[in-house]
């Protein structure tokens, strides 16, 4: 059965365009995952389908309302199904959030617009996801981030290889990669990747995974637990002279 996903959005195309390119397409032409597009305004109420409303209290801009949310949800929720709000307060988007998620049978995303939603919005969700500590123009692109991050994990959407050496995978930044030509603007392929060894080559991408992670991302490392050989590898990362 494909993962199914409903997206509840003010401006759908804003949604439609990227699924319809290069492998989110792939995965729904293979029928791994099937991605609906809904437009809020389908449940806006009167005339003008209105689907929002000053904040009570005032200030600045508008309110995505409880109850036009709470119909949609009415009409696409399924005992199956988990809610996720886009939301700047949500917990933060990781490579685990999306692994749990790709273990799901229906998920249905909300993209708030405006100054955000009702607060009584957020007992009618099941997760609040964050892509990050910054604030958009509104959902969908954080969405798309999530989408395209979930259904590139679906068994068959990929290369498992692909899937299964990259970066936060195993909780590490990925290793440098090199393609031809063996020498650009005086810096070479390092020797090891040519020379057939393959137990070298697995080596040399450990150490120099665990080398990018302690410069970019030494988070990652507080409170792992290390495996024998990434402990070694990493003193000798540790051990090497800096350049000045």
């Given at each position: 059965?494909?993962?199914?996903?409903d997206v509840?959005?003010?401006?759908?195309?804003?949604?439609?365009?990227?699924?319809?390119e290069?492998?989110?397409?792939?995965?729904?032409e293979?029928?791994?995952?099937?991605?609906?597009?809904?437009?809020?305004?389908?449940?806006g109420?009167?005339?003008?389908?209105t689907?929002?409303?000053?904040?009570?209290?005032?200030?600045a801009?508008?309110?995505?309302?409880?109850?036009?949310?709470?119909?949609?949800?009415?009409?696409?929720?399924?005992p199956?199904?988990v809610?996720?709000?886009?939301d700047?307060?949500?917990?933060?988007f990781?490579?685990?959030?999306?692994?749990?998620?790709?273990?799901?049978?229906?998920?249905?995303?909300?993209?708030?617009?405006?100054?955000?939603?009702?607060?009584?919005?957020?007992?009618?969700?099941?997760?609040?996801?964050?892509?990050?500590?910054?604030?958009l123009t509104?959902?969908?692109?954080?969405?798309?981030?999530?989408?395209?991050?979930?259904?590139?994990?679906?068994?068959?959407a990929?290369?498992?290889?692909?899937?299964?050496?990259?970066?936060?995978a195993?909780?590490?930044?990925?290793?440098?990669q090199?393609?031809?030509?063996?020498?650009?603007?005086?810096?070479?392929?390092?020797?090891?990747?040519?020379?057939?060894?393959?137990?070298?080559?697995?080596?040399?991408?450990?150490?120099?995974?665990?080398?990018?992670?302690?410069?970019?991302?030494?988070?990652?490392?507080?409170?792992?637990?290390?495996?024998?050989?990434?402990?070694?590898?990493?003193?000798?990362?540790?051990?090497?002279?800096?350049?000045?």
């Amino acid at each position: 059965m494909p993962l199914e996903i409903d997206v509840l959005t003010l401006f759908p195309p804003m949604v439609e365009g990227p699924i319809r390119e290069s492998i989110p397409a792939r995965i729904q032409e293979q029928g791994l995952a099937a991605i609906r597009v809904h437009d809020l305004r389908r449940w806006g109420l009167g005339r003008h389908r209105t689907v929002d409303d000053y904040t009570y209290g005032g200030g600045a801009g508008m309110v995505l309302r409880a109850d036009v949310v709470a119909a949609a949800l009415a009409d696409l929720r399924r005992p199956d199904s988990v809610v996720i709000l886009l939301d700047p307060a949500g917990e933060v988007f990781r490579q685990s959030v999306a692994h749990a998620l790709a273990g799901s049978s229906h998920l249905v995303f909300l993209c708030p617009r405006y100054e955000g939603v009702d607060d009584r919005v957020r007992a009618m969700c099941d997760r609040e996801i964050s892509i990050g500590d910054y604030v958009l123009t509104g959902g969908e692109l954080a969405a798309l981030v999530v989408i395209d991050a979930v259904i590139r994990l679906l068994p068959g959407a990929i290369d498992d290889a692909s899937t299964a050496e990259e970066s936060f995978a195993a909780g590490l930044l990925e290793y440098p990669q090199y393609t031809r030509p063996a020498e650009f603007d005086g810096v070479s392929v390092p020797h090891v990747l040519v020379s057939g060894h393959h137990e070298q080559v697995r080596q040399w991408r450990l150490r120099e995974s665990l080398r990018r992670t302690l410069e970019r991302r030494p988070d990652l490392l507080e409170g792992r637990a290390l495996t024998k050989e990434e402990a070694k590898l990493l003193a000798e990362v540790r051990s090497e002279p800096r350049d000045p």
